[in-house]
């Protein structure tokens, strides 16, 4: 059924393209913001999206970032349940989608293991940066083989996952690889699935539960939310919150996301942070 309401949609923007292409010479792309499957193990649900939209993609190109529903499990031969505890590894979607990488910005590889959904590509006045957004503890400790002793070291940013942090300098984080792309003339526009801002109701504001947590559940209930803040509830201090920190630094206005369900626009959000 979700793939028949894509379809549909699909067709009426592809419609909407035309009418638009009337009066205009812009040659528009699709991206898509994650959760193109529902269980990336799924090999024919790849299929299915790429089938109901294929009215839009034999004509234009698709940029698209890795959803937290597209992800399987460190076994990527295991079909899996479909529930979150299985959705750890974004390797399906490099089987899927593949972009060029210029290798003097950056290369997405850390022990011999590529990382997806972690590229830019270029306009003539813009860069658009996107990051993946959906590594877990568990890919970075199985997957990525990121371990110092006991401990699990976060890829996003280099430091040891819980309280008794330590900064390993023996790979390049994402942080430095998103850091490199960021370097340019252009103006910059940033794309994940779960961006580093949680979409907050007015009653939580209204309690005041907005200063405690960005990510929030019913009730006031913490979430981790997005793990480009971070990747796991133990985490606190340097290296946390390091996306929007970063966008801020450097002067990125605009960044586009998915997962919420919902439709939520801000004005540019500042962290209370000093860069020193």
């Given at each position: 059924m979700q793939y028949q309401v894509w379809a549909a949609a699909a067709n009426k923007l592809?419609?909407?393209?035309?009418?638009?292409?009337?009066?205009?010479?812009?040659?528009?792309?699709?991206?898509?913001t994650g959760d193109m499957t529902q269980n990336g193990t799924r090999i024919n649900e790849w299929f299915d999206y790429y089938n109901a939209g294929h009215v839009l993609f034999s004509k234009f190109e698709q940029m698209n970032v890795v959803g937290n529903n597209d992800l399987c499990g460190t076994n990527v031969t295991a079909l899996g349940t479909g529930d979150d505890l299985g959705k750890s590894n974004s390797f399906y979607f490099h089987v899927f989608y593949c972009y060029d990488i210029d290798e003097s910005v950056f290369v997405p590889i850390v022990n011999n293991k590529y990382i997806p959904s972690l590229y830019y590509?270029?306009?003539?006045?813009?860069?658009?940066?996107?990051?993946?957004?959906?590594?877990?503890?568990?890919?970075?400790?199985?997957?990525?083989?990121?371990?110092?002793?006991?401990?699990?070291?976060?890829?996003?940013?280099?430091?040891t996952i819980g309280t008794n942090q330590k900064y390993v300098s023996n790979f390049t984080s994402i942080?430095?690889?998103?850091?490199?792309?960021?370097?340019?003339?252009?103006?910059?526009i940033a794309a994940c699935h779960e961006m580093p801002f949680t979409v907050i109701t007015n009653s939580s504001i209204a309690t005041g539960q907005e200063r405690f947590s960005r990510s929030l559940g019913p009730?006031?209930?913490?979430?981790?939310?997005?793990?480009?803040?971070?990747?796991?509830?133990?985490?606190?201090?340097?290296?946390?919150?390091w996306l929007s920190r970063?966008?801020?630094?450097?002067?990125?206005?605009?960044?586009?996301?998915?997962?919420?369900?919902?439709?939520a626009c801000t004005y540019p959000v500042r962290e209370y942070f000093f860069f020193g």
């Open positions: 592809n419609e909407k393209i035309a009418e638009d292409q009337k009066s205009s010479n812009i040659i528009p792309i699709v991206m898509n590509f270029d306009s003539k006045n813009y860069r658009f940066v996107m990051i993946n957004s959906e590594i877990t503890m568990i890919n970075c400790n199985q997957w990525f083989n990121l371990k110092d002793g006991d401990d699990t070291i976060n890829i996003y940013t280099g430091y942080y430095t690889m998103v850091y490199n792309m960021l370097n340019t003339s252009k103006k910059c009730n006031g209930a913490s979430l981790i939310g997005s793990h480009c803040n971070q990747i796991d509830k133990t985490e606190t201090g340097a290296g946390t919150y970063l966008l801020e630094y450097k002067g990125v206005k605009l960044m586009i996301g998915g997962h919420k369900h919902t439709y």
